[in-house]
Nanobody, 126 residues
Framework: QVHLIESGGGLAQAGGSLRLSCVAS????????LGWFRQTPGSEREFVAF????????SYADSVKGRFTISRDNRMNTVYLQMNRVKVEDTAVYYC???????????????????WGQGTQVTVSS
């Protein structure tokens, strides 16, 4: 069982920045592909960003490409999401997920992630 704990959410003004962190409890953290997803009330959880287990491959939703950066530190069992030039439409609860079965074609699907954190709220004001 892998426990994931997100932090770093909060209130930001449009155009500002936030940095989300997700710490994992498992010492096999380096074996997992990691993703950030977000969800608004009444909507499905949507893909934001992915990073492979070795950190070499990353992928982003079109809506955040060029503004958000995903990274990981396997020594610290932590994955980060640097959010720059945030927009009001980035407002959501952000979740990190971990899994071992995703491929380049399936990384955007929540079904590929075995473990999830509790989420952290991000609110962007205009």
């Amino acid at each position: 069982q892998v426990h994931l704990i997100e932090s770093g959410g909060g209130l930001a003004q449009a155009g500002g920045s936030l940095r989300l962190s997700c710490v994992a409890s498992d010492r096999t953290f380096a074996n997992y592909g990691l993703g950030w997803f977000r969800q608004t009330p009444g909507s499905e959880r949507e893909f934001v960003a992915f990073i492979s287990s070795n950190g070499i491959m990353t992928s982003y939703a079109d809506s955040v490409k060029g503004r958000f950066t995903i990274s990981r530190d396997n020594r610290m069992n932590t994955v980060y999401l640097q959010m720059n030039r945030v927009k009001v439409e980035d407002t959501a609860v952000y979740y990190c997920g971990a899994g071992t079965q995703m491929t380049i074609l399936s990384m955007t699907s929540t079904d590929m992630y075995d473990y999830w954190g509790q989420g952290t709220q991000v609110t962007v004001s205009s």
